[in-house]
C-alpha cells in the first residue's frame, strides 16, 4: 500500500521523488518508499555520480521532515536551499557546517518540496514529503491537499507497523511475554482492527 501511495503522489503531483518517513518507534524517523521519477528533470539536472551531493540532500530533507513530525506542520516551500528561515530551524537535526560545505557543490538550482506530517490518533507517526516540482514551480495548494489526503489514508497502516516493531523490540529486550498496555495501544486506533 505504502509504495503505491508513494507513486501515486508522484503522478498526481507531478512531484520528481516522493519519500514517506516513518517513525521508528524509538523517537526517530526512517525513510520508506521512495517514489522516484527520472524522467522529471528537464531543468535540475541530478549529478548520479556525486554521491556527497546525494547524502546532503538525503540529510537535509531528513532534517526537514524530522522537523516537521517535531511541530506537527506543514512546509511548502519553493526551494528549501534559499529557505534561511528553515535551514536555521532545521540545524538541531543536522549539521549545517557539513550543509554549508556541501551546498557549493550541489548542482540544483531549486528544490521545491512540501512536508505533511502522517498522524494517527493524534500522534505523528511519519510524514510523506515530495520533492522537486515539474517546472521549478512550488507545489500548490491542490498538491498540498492531495498529500494531506494520502497523508489520512496511510496513517492506519504505518501506525499498525509501527505498534508491531514496537513489540517486537519489547519482547526482544525484556523477554517477557506480559506486554504493558500502554506498549499493546500506544497506536490503537478506535474502530480499526
Known sequence: ??????????????AER?????????????????????????????????????????ELFGAIARYCAEDQMIVNL?????????????SDFM??????REYENIQRKYASM???????????VGVIQAIYKNGAHMFSDVDEQIVISVSMEVA?????????????????????????LDVLDYYYIPGVK
Not at 549539521?95 to 554549508?100: A, I, M, N
Request: net charge negative; charged share 25%; hydrophobic share 30%.
Open 78 to 90: 519553493p526551494n528549501v536551499y534559499d529557505d534561511e528561515d528553515l535551514l536555521n530551524e532545521i
Open 156 to 180: 492506519h497502516t504505518i501506525a499498525r507497523n509501527i505498534s508491531d516493531l514496537m513489540l517486537q523490540s519489547y519482547v526482544a529486550s525484556n523477554n517477557d511475554t506480559d506486554i504493558p
Open 18 to 58: 516522493v519519500s514517506i518517513w516513518y517513525e521508528d518507534g524509538q523517537g526517530g524517523l526512517e525513510c520508506l518508499n521512495i517514489g522516484y521519477d527520472s524522467s522529471i528533470n528537464d531543468n535540475n539536472d541530478i549529478n548520479d555520480d556525486n554521491k556527497n551531493e546525494e547524502e546532503t540532500n538525503n
Open 1 to 14: 500500500m505504502l509504495t503505491q501511495a508513494t507513486h501515486a503522489i508522484r503522478d498526481a503531483i507531478d
Open 95 to 100: 549539521s549545517l557546517d557539513k550543509f554549508s
Open 114 to 124: 512540501i512536508s505533511v506530517p502522517i498522524l494517527s490518533n493524534e500522534k505523528v
